[in-house]
C-alpha cells in the first residue's frame, strides 16, 4: 500500500474542499489525466494501479491527525473536521484504462468528494512507475538536499516544499522534508503535505488551486470568473488562505479583474507560469498603482524551482516585495531519476446532477499549459480578447 495515511495530501485540496460544500455541494465534475511527457507506462500498470486506489477506500483520520488539524488549520470549522473523520475513498470514482503503453484516467462524481483524487492519485502513479520499473534514488540525494537547504538559507530565501503530486516516494518526500527543516534555520516555512507537515512539526501550507477558478469560468463565464471565484472565497474563509492563483485564464486577465477591495484583502499573488521576472514587475506596479504598498505583499513563486532560478528571482525582486518559493520537483524527485511530466486536471462541471455538463479550460500563461478541449480554449481566447 503506497498511500498509508489519510492527510499524504495538499493542504489546498482539503481547503478547496471545505469551500466546495459550503457553496457548490450539488455540483459534479470530471477530471482527466494529461501525460504531458508521452511517458510510456509499462504492461500490466493500469492493474496495478487500480490495485492501489482500491487500497485508499481503508485511509481514515486518524486521531493524530485530527488534533493536528484542529490545531494548525484555524480556518477549518469542526463541522468539515468532523466531516473528514467520516469520509472514505471511493475507488469506483476512479476509471483507469491502458491501452499499450497509453494509460488514460478519469474522476467523475460530486466536487466536494472527488476533490481529494487529484494530489494523492499523482503521487500514487510516479512512485508506482518507478518500483514498477526498478528505479532506486541515488545515495546521495540527503547530501545534495542538505546542500539546497544551505544555498536557500544563504541567499535568506523564504521557502516551502510543494512536492507530493510528482515525488519519487514518499519515503524519499518525508526524509526530504525532515532534512530541509533540519538545515534551514527560519528559511524553511512548512509544506504543502499535511501528514508529513504533522510528522515533521512544521506549518501545512497552501490556498486555492486552478480548478476553483475553472468552475467558475466554465458556469459564470471567462469575463466574470476571477471576479466571482476571489469573492467565493473570501465568502468562506473570510480573509484567511489568502494567496491567489493569476494564471487560470493568463495573469494579464487576472490583473484586469483584480479589483481594489480584493487587492487590499488578499495577501498576495501566486506565479505558477510565465516569466517570473515580468512578473515581480508587473506586481509591485499593480500594487503601486493601487496606492497599496508592495513590500506589505506577498508573491508566491511556484514554476519549475531550483536553487539558481530563486537565485534569479530573488536579485531581480530586490525587496520591492516579499518574494517567497513553493519548490516541487527539485525537492522531492531529484534522485537520479526524470520525473513524469503530467497533471490532473479539471475538465467538465455541471451545477447539480440534472444539468448538463460544461467544458472547464485553463489558459496558463505558457500555451503549452493550456489544458481542455481546444475549441473551448478558443472561445475563452476570444471572449477575453487574447491572442
Known sequence: MIIKYFTDNDLYKFSVMLAIQKLYPKAMVRYRFFNRGATNF????AEALKAEVKNMSELKLSKQEKQFIEKRCYFFDPVFIDFLEGYTYNSDEVTITQTGGKLEIMIEGYWYRTVLWEV???ALISELYFKTNGVSPDENYITKTVDKAENLRKLNA???DFGTRRRFSFDVHDKVVETLKENSGDNFKGTSNVYLAMKHNTIPIGTMPHEWFMYHGAVYGYRAATAKALEAWVDVFQGSLGITLTDTYTSDMFFRSFGLKHAKLFDGVRCDSGNPIEFADRAVDFYTKNRIDPASKTVVYSDSLNVEEVRRIKKHVANRVHDTYGIGTFFTNDVGATPLNMV?????VKINPAGDYFDAIKLSDVRGKNTGDS??????????NID
Open 42 to 45: 509499462p504492461d500490466g500498470f
Open 120 to 122: 494523492p492519485l499523482m
Open 158 to 160: 523564504d521557502y516551502s
Open 344 to 348: 490532473i486536471k479539471l475538465t467538465q
Open 375 to 384: 475549441d473551448e480554449i478558443k472561445i475563452a481566447r476570444l471572449t477575453l
